[in-house]
């Protein structure tokens, strides 16, 4: 979660306070390692699979998806 927490740091938020969105297991780890919200992109790198598995806050199928968490 190195990274992850870095990035927080530089933008001066509270990990907490980050989404991390991911299309990919080791995300949603690194995400949560981060102690951040996790969004699993089921349009990326895992395919057709559907990352119901990966234990992420918030599972999107489309990218636009992500306006409605900012409503």
């Known amino acids: 979660p190195a990274p992850l927490l870095e990035a927080a740091r530089r933008l001066q938020l509270a990990p907490e306070d980050c989404w991390y969105v991911g299309d990919d297991l080791r995300d949603i780890q690194a995400g949560r ?3 951040m919200p ?18 992420a806050d918030v599972l999107l199928h489309a990218p636009l998806q992500i306006l409605t968490l900012l409503s």
């Open 33 to 35: 390692a981060a102690s």
């Open 38 to 55: 996790t969004i699993a992109a089921a349009w990326g790198y895992c395919g057709h699979s559907e990352p119901t598995g990966w234990d």
